[in-house]
Nanobody
């Protein structure tokens, strides 16, 4: 069981990127997935979080610009990032509080390897 992020890259200020986080393995359920980020020299911080029911919460610094969503059928979580700013530059990580497989095994606090987002002119 693992989470694999994709979609990062270099974008100009004001631009957009869409990150994807796909869970591999025989996944039955992903509980409380979210996106975090870590800029150089800073601690990892929560960006957005989505519950199984679809409720979302966002860090104040991305409200109105970023949107988290999930496709349960594809075991994938997305982060649409619009109006990007240089201060959004960071490695973005996907996290799941719990991943349950069809065999009933639970994996807790699963992290992806991260994807780099750079916002610069």
């Amino acid at each position: 069981v693992q989470l694999v992020e994709s979609g990062g890259g270099l974008v100009q200020p004001g631009g957009s990127l869409r990150l994807s986080c796909a869970a591999s393995g025989r996944i039955f359920r992903i509980t409380a997935p979210g996106w975090y980020r870590q800029a150089p020299g800073k601690q990892r911080e929560l960006v957005a979080h989505i519950t199984s029911g679809g409720s979302t919460n966002y860090a104040d610094f991305v409200k109105g610009r970023f949107t988290i969503s999930r496709d349960n059928g594809k075991n994938t979580v997305y982060l649409q990032m619009n109006s990007l700013k240089p201060e959004d530059t960071a490695v973005y990580y996907c996290n799941a509080e719990k991943i349950t497989t069809y065999s009933g095994v639970n994996y807790y606090q699963v992290w992806g390897q991260g994807t780099q987002v750079a916002v610069s002119s």
